[in-house]
Antibody
Framework: QVQLVESGGGVVQPGRSLRLSCAASGLTFSDYAMHWVRQAPGRGLEWVAVVSEDGSNKFFADSVKGRFTISRDNSKNTVFLQMNSLRVDDTAVYYC????????????????WGQGNLVTVSS | SSELTQDPAVSVALGQTVRITCQGD??????ATWYQQKPGQAPVLVIY???RRPSGIPDRFSASSSGNTASLTITGAQAEDEADYYCNSRDNSGNFVYVFGAGTKVTVL
């Protein structure tokens, strides 16, 4: 059974940085691309970023491009989201999700999702 | 970037059929993927790869598409189907960038 557990969230001031982690178990982690998706309080889902299986390809939503980076450590079954220059509108629950595509690469089928981790950007 | 448009809310009587639609230019090139989210929970994949259901998703969930419109149909809606439903597809930019619809709240009466 695949499990994803996010950590690293909390309260941070505007302009500061935060790094989220997502630890995976129950899968061959290096076989799958991994995504981050966020959800502002009371709002819908917003895709944030994806990293390919080997970490060589990374793509970002326009709203975070240049401020957020995504990386992974396949030896530790963990994907990271480094968030810099945080803004109030980055406040959200951040979910990591496996890309179900597997050997097919980045397909965009998010399954499963972690339980989410709240990031609050406030002064 | 592409946008996906969903109706904010729909209601369905218990045991009846409801269709949720999603419109956007990217759907002319990419199939929609559908997610269910219940209050306080993480989203769950319900439809992928055009019309496939992950194990554990009841066969009352089905999907179709035509032109720039994708649809998720719940045939014989149950009380436990009351949730928010989001469509998602790859953006038309050519990169691996993804976009969600704003979500449809399904109420089972």
């Amino acid at each position: 059974q695949v499990q994803l557990v996010e950590s690293g969230g909390g309260v941070v001031q505007p302009g500061r940085s935060l790094r989220l982690s997502c630890a995976a178990s129950g899968l061959t982690f290096s076989d799958y691309a991994m995504h981050w998706v966020r959800q502002a309080p009371g709002r819908g889902l917003e895709w944030v970023a994806v990293v390919s299986e080997d970490g060589s390809n990374k793509f970002f939503a326009d709203s975070v491009k240049g401020r957020f980076t995504i990386s992974r450590d396949n030896s530790k079954n963990t994907v990271f989201l480094q968030m810099n220059s945080l803004r109030v509108d980055d406040t959200a629950v951040y979910y990591c999700a496996r890309d179900r595509g597997g050997a097919a690469g980045i397909i965009g089928w998010f399954d499963p999702w972690g339980q989410g981790n709240l990031v609050t950007v406030s002064s | 970037s592409s946008e996906l448009t969903q109706d904010p809310a729909v209601s369905v009587a218990l045991g009846q059929t409801v269709r949720i639609t999603c419109q956007g230019d990217s759907l002319r090139n990419y199939y929609a993927t559908w997610y269910q989210q219940k209050p306080g929970q993480a989203p769950v994949l319900v439809i992928y790869d055009k019309d496939r259901r992950p194990s554990g998703i009841p066969d009352r969930f089905s999907a179709s598409s035509s032109g720039n419109t994708a649809s998720l149909t719940i045939t014989g809606a149950q009380a436990e189907d009351e949730a928010d439903y989001y469509c998602n597809s790859r953006d038309n930019s050519g990169n691996f960038v993804y976009v969600f619809g704003a979500g449809t709240k399904v109420t089972v009466l």
